[in-house]
Structure formats: C-alpha cells, structure tokens
C-alpha cells in the first residue's frame, strides 16, 4: 500500500521557519504531481502548493512570496519550506500525491500539526 509520510511540524514564534518534508514510499514517485494543503479547525482544506513531475510550480497567493516547495524524486521527498510564518499559518498540513495517468489513484498522508504563536 502506498504511504505518504510528512515530517518538520511543530510549534514556532511567528516570524519563524518551518521546513515540512513528505517521503513517499510504494509509489511511482516521479509521475505524480506533489502538493502540500492544510486544514484548520472550522475550514476546508485549501492548497498551499503544488509541484508536477515535470516541475511546474504553483502557490496559493497567502503562501507567495514565503513558502517554496520543491522535490527530490531520487529521494521519493516533497518539501515545504515556510519562512515568515503567522499565526493565520496555524494548520495541519498534508502532503498529496495526484498520479498523471488517469484512474490511478490519488493519495494523502496523515498530516502535520503547525502552530505558530503570535
């Protein structure tokens, strides 16, 4: 069974770093398109942002400017970093895979908790 696992959450000061890192394991890593999305109490999950396998890189326009998402498919690894964070930023965060070939399936991780204080 595929698995997606994140990693880096935790408790920061706003104006603080984070870096949030998702290995996957059990997937064809390099054709899937990689975001990062979060959830806080009370909302939807929105998407934060997204990397393709072929590099094509999209941010929310809350993030731009502040988090970079990049990839490694030689280490299955999706990453988030997140400079000048606030407490707005405060959320769990998942990791998503989204297969290219159509009727794959799709997948999620468990999510990392993030809390800024102010």
């Known amino acids: 069974q595929a698995q997606l696992v994140e990693s880096g959450g935790g408790l920061v000061q706003s104006g603080g770093s984070l870096r949030l890192t998702c290995v996957a394991s059990r997937i064809s890593f390099s054709i899937h398109n990689m975001g990062w999305y979060r959830q806080s109490p009370g909302n939807q999950r929105e998407m934060v942002a997204t990397v393709t396998d072929g590099g094509i890189i999209n941010y929310a326009d809350f993030v731009k400017g502040r988090f970079t998402i990049s990839r490694d498919n030689a280490k299955n690894t999706v990453y988030l970093q997140m400079n000048s964070l606030n407490p707005e930023d405060t959320a769990v965060y998942y990791c998503?895979?989204?297969?290219?070939?159509?009727?794959?399936?799709?997948?999620w991780g468990h999510g990392t908790q993030v809390t800024v204080s102010s």
């Open positions: 998503h895979a989204d297969p290219e070939i159509s009727g794959w399936p799709e997948y």
